[in-house]
């Protein structure tokens, strides 16, 4: 939408590449900070921690550690979902933005991260399915359905925990 807008959307204007760059600093800047704050941590991760523990390593071994992670975060874009942060849709890899709407997905998916952030998110997704589950006209669909994202809300509160490995 800022592009929309900034670039003249609907009213013929020209571009506001100052407003352009100004976004994009501050989205790179954001983007850092979170990379940094999990590259500079063993707080566990519900998903991710299958690359992010080889960047841990580098950069706990890295002359200069901040310019370490200000690379590793320059290659990848986060897209926030509200229960993780998706790295493959820039790229136009993973699940194409599917799991904004199917959280359960990012669960195992090569290309999220679930930190610590996202936790009560998991927590609102486990009352809700434990909520309609003790519902008495549910049929055996919508139970199973409920079940299944259910399990996928307690593993990752598992692994948030550190009681599973993701």
Known sequence: MTTYYADGGADEYEADTELLEMVS?????????????????????????????????????AANKEELIKEYAGTITLNGTGHSWCVGNA????????????????????YGIIGQEHRSAWEGIREQQMEALALDDMGPGGRARSKNILNYAEKVLRRLNGQESA
């Open 25 to 61: 600093k501050e989205k790179v800047d954001r983007q850092g900070k979170i990379i940094g704050g999990y590259l500079d941590s063993d707080t566990p991760l519900a998903n991710g921690g299958h690359w992010l523990k080889d960047w841990r390593a580098s950069v706990r071994t």
């Open 91 to 110: 790229r136009g890899t993973g699940c194409g933005g599917l799991c904004v709407f199917e959280a359960q997905m990012c669960v195992e998916c090569n």
